[in-house]
């Protein structure tokens, strides 16, 4: 997990879903999280991009992300 900044805004950065087998290669899911305004937005990148990727990557990364239109869980009625 990261937190960076860009144009005022604060985003948690991290890895979506971590496989369960423990295998570390292929391609995962990265969330940008803004909690004040509660914005989401997921990019795809190769395992461990996260780890060694630069303000200016994250930045681009952030650009491109789709917005997340759907909600993680699911409420009881």
Same mark, same amino acid.
Do not use: K
């Given at each position: 997990?990261?937190?960076f900044?860009?144009a005022? %805004?604060?985003? +948690?950065? $991290? *890895? ?5 087998s423990?295998?570390r290669v292929?391609?995962?899911?990265? /969330? ?7 914005? %989401?937005?997921? +990019?795809? $990148? *190769?395992?461990?991009w ?6 200016e990557?994250?930045?681009?990364? /952030?650009?491109e ?6 909600r993680w869980g699911?409420?009881?009625?």
């Amino acid at each position: 997990m990261r937190v960076f900044s860009t144009a005022g %805004a604060s985003w +948690v950065v $991290r *890895p979506e879903l971590l496989d369960e087998s423990g295998a570390r290669v292929g391609w995962e899911s990265i /969330l940008f999280e803004n909690e004040p305004a509660r914005a %989401a937005r997921l +990019v795809y $990148r *190769p395992v461990g991009w996260l780890r060694t990727a630069t303000d200016e990557e994250l930045a681009a990364a /952030l650009a491109e992300a789709e917005v997340v239109r759907a909600r993680w869980g699911r409420e009881q009625l």
